[in-house]
């Protein structure tokens, strides 16, 4: 069956060129199992999970004639060991090693022919322990047909279960005058659906981008709310190339808890959070950062983050909606961790409590509702606004405290690979998970050459907010 693209996923296709590929990734490290984890061993694994998750044996087909959104279709050459991959490090096989390794995987985009995901097995590590590296496209994952591949292999249970009989076979692909008459079906039962579309000749052009910028407009506004002036000059903004650098950085959490109580208790007036003191020690790790290049740093001065924040309540059903960017200049300007930490706190609890963050739905506007031909117009007005908004995207996500298992190797840590937007040269994100806390650090090559001394930067920070007066009192 012939399902079409949502506009959300459609438009990361259109956002995506040779320097800036639209996946997200993730580095799962493992400790051996007792009987041993090999290639063959991740190959039936994957062939098990994705037979739940049928958006992993399916391609991208194009409309004729954009008419629509693409499509998925079944691959019907799809050979899962094209997509699950064997790799290994030279000795030592040190955490260095595995970070270029992860740059250069991450930097090259999928193959659009194919399904939207790869996954590698890295074998050879220090202390015999081997990582999973994995790609998955934006456009595949919804959280509703999809989810990452990362999830997918893992399991809070160390068994590898019984396997799940290979019994799928692809539906036969549509040829293009059926998708045609699938497109007009659609047009008849959702007659907005092509609005715009038959009358897209290049006269149009110039109303359809001015519908474009009305949907920015009004993200503007909103964001005015929160951020009255656009992002401050950064060097995080540079042009970006097609090359990456990654970093990672384990941390623990049990000091990030201890230092909330502890502001907790000496202040009180601002409800301090665990998020809070993380996004603060990313602070302290670029003002630590900035200055070893030489940057002036004076009070004022800031970094905008943009930081997606869950709204899901209790029992409500997971999805893009229920998450919502909050916009935070983070202080690195000042020189005091503990006044750090209460500023970002102060102006995330603002944000939250005002609900003043722009809506996911909202976002998927900017280039989303635009047929494909018109999609690139959107995708270029959206980055562009970006780069006026924000300095760079941090990632936060809360991962489960309890220890998690591909087939019986134990999941040691998981650190995630946020892809770059145009113009913006670092993305980090973190992940909690068993009592650590895990950074990304994805950076263009060029303009961040220095990407692991911000790694340790963040190291310091942490240990600067321990060890402050303020906290301590």
């Not at 047009?187 to 149009?204: E, K, Q």
């Not at 407009?217 to 990654?246: D, I, M, Y």
């Not at 117009?377 to 998690?404: C, E, H, I, K």
Request: glycine content about 8%; charged content about 20%; aromatic content about 6%.
């Amino acid at each position: 069956m012939v399902e079409r693209m949502s506009s959300l996923d459609s438009s990361f296709l259109y956002l995506e060129d040779r320097t800036t590929p639209m996946h997200v990734g993730s580095v799962l490290i493992f400790s051996q199992a007792d009987d041993g984890f090999d290639y063959d061993r991740l190959v039936s694994l994957v062939t098990s999970r994705i037979a739940y998750v049928p958006r992993y044996r399916q391609r991208v087909r194009e409309m004729p004639g954009g008419l629509l959104n693409p499509v998925w279709v079944d691959d019907p050459e799809f050979d899962v060991t094209y997509h699950v991959r064997r790799s290994a490090l030279p000795r030592p096989g040190t955490m260095a090693q595995l970070e270029e390794f992860v740059g250069r995987i991450e930097a090259r985009g999928l193959d659009r022919h194919r399904p939207l995901w790869e996954i590698y097995l890295v074998e050879g590590l220090q202390d015999g322990r081997f990582a999973i590296v994995t790609k998955t496209h934006q456009a595949l994952v919804d959280g509703v047909h999809a989810i990452d591949i990362g999830q997918v292999i893992v399991d809070a249970d160390a068994d590898s279960g019984a396997p799940v009989p290979y019994t799928w076979r692809a539906e036969r692909e549509p040829s293009s005058v059926e998708l045609v008459a699938h497109a007009a079906f659609d047009a008849v039962r959702r007659p907005t659906s092509l609005v715009g579309t038959v009358r897209s000749g290049v006269r149009d052009t110039g109303r359809i981008a001015s519908r474009i910028a009305s949907r920015v407009g009004g993200v503007v506004q909103t964001v005015a709310r929160s951020a009255a002036l656009p992002a401050p000059a950064s060097p995080l903004n540079r042009e970006v190339g097609a090359h990456r650098r990654f970093v990672m950085v384990s941390t623990d959490l049990k000091d990030y808890q201890r230092i909330r109580r502890r502001v907790s208790k000496s202040r009180g007036a601002v409800d301090v959070t665990v998020h809070d003191v993380i996004l603060a020690t990313i602070t302290g790790g670029l003002r630590s950062w900035l200055l070893t290049r030489g940057e002036s740093m004076t009070t004022g001065e800031s970094i905008r983050a943009m930081v997606p924040v869950s709204t899901q309540v209790d029992g409500a059903e997971g999805g893009a909606g229920n998450v919502t960017p909050c916009f935070v200049d983070l202080p690195v300007g000042e020189a005091r961790p503990t006044m750090r930490l209460h500023q970002v706190a102060y102006s995330m609890q603002q944000q939250i409590e005002r609900g003043q963050g722009v809506g996911a739905s909202t976002l998927a506007g900017i280039a989303g509702f635009a047929p494909p031909t018109l999609h690139s117009l959107g995708a270029r007005l959206g980055s562009a606004m970006s780069r006026r908004m924000f300095n760079l995207v941090v990632t936060n996500v809360p991962g489960p405290q309890q220890p998690l298992y591909a087939a019986d190797a134990l999941m040691t840590a998981s650190h995630p690979v946020i892809p770059l937007a145009k113009g913006q040269a670092l993305a980090i994100g973190l992940t909690s998970y068993d009592g650590g806390v895990y950074f990304g650090l994805n950076a263009d090559r060029d303009a961040m050459p220095d990407v692991d001394v911000l790694g340790q930067c963040l190291v310091d920070a942490l240990e600067e907010l321990r060890e402050d007066k303020e906290v301590l009192a």
